[in-house]
């Protein structure tokens, strides 16, 4: 009839050639209901998950399943092969993207270098760890640098740069958005830059040479 459209019973049963049970080898036309299974019938099913749930390999087996978790290396049961015990465990191995730069990094780092400061660029990092490791004054700083034409930037530090910070048991981590702050940092008046954190004994844990920056890096 013109302009006949198929019902979908008579697209469920047109004839797509010819469907063989992997097992059995039994054939049958291969309509579009047949092409979605896998086996002809429950005992062929089982013929295969006699070989496929075999000893360990069952869920039911003592034992099956047992592993260590990846990140706290707690022992747990899992039937598909999970890598870690939680949820938790699995977000802190989550791989994580380069830290993006803020805009005015580059013109920050160049200010302080021009005022006579050594940068190390550790944006990088991530997990809260401060943009730069500075050389100055004999003593060396972290500095946060933050874009002020950001609402974001005009924050300061997040949560967890606070937490980094407060755990540091070195000098404050001061937050460097403008011209004005680098003047003050490499003119050493350090006490008009926002700063958080750090240790109150921090000057005698500072070590005096350039060479000596590993005992500061946190282990990998």
């Given amino acids: 009839m013109p302009g006949h459209r198929p019902s979908k019973i008579s697209v469920n049963f047109r004839r797509f050639g010819t469907w063989e049970c992997p097992v059995c080898l039994a054939n049958y036309p291969a309509t579009n209901h047949q092409r979605r299974k896998k086996y002809c019938s429950k005992g062929c099913m089982a013929e295969v998950y006699k070989t496929q749930l075999k000893g360990s390999a069952n869920p039911n087996f003592r034992n099956a399943g047992i592993t ?5 290396g707690k022992q747990f049961k899992t039937y598909h092969d999970n890598k870690y ?6 977000i802190k191995n989550m791989p994580r993207t380069a830290a993006k730069k803020d805009s005015n990094h580059e013109k920050i780092v160049e200010e302080l270098e021009a005022g006579g400061a050594r940068c190390m660029d550790m944006s990088k990092m991530g997990n809260g760890f401060p943009d730069l490791l500075v050389w100055h004054l004999d003593m060396w700083h972290v500095v946060e640098i933050k874009n002020p034409q950001t609402a974001y930037g005009k924050k300061g530090l997040n949560k967890r740069q606070k937490e980094w910070a407060t755990e540091w ?3 404050p981590v001061y937050v460097v958005r403008t011209s004005e702050d ?4 490499v003119s050493g008046r350090f006490e008009m830059i ?11 844990k500072t070590p005096q040479s350039p060479e000596q920056t590993d005992s500061l890096l946190p282990t990998k």
Avoid: D, M, P
């Fill in 68 to 72: 260590n978790c990846l990140a706290c």
């Fill in 85 to 90: 015990c939680c949820k938790l465990c699995a």
């Fill in 169 to 171: 048991q070195g000098g």
């Fill in 182 to 185: 680098c003047q003050n940092f």
């Fill in 194 to 204: 926002e700063n958080e954190g750090g240790c109150s004994c921090w000057k005698s």
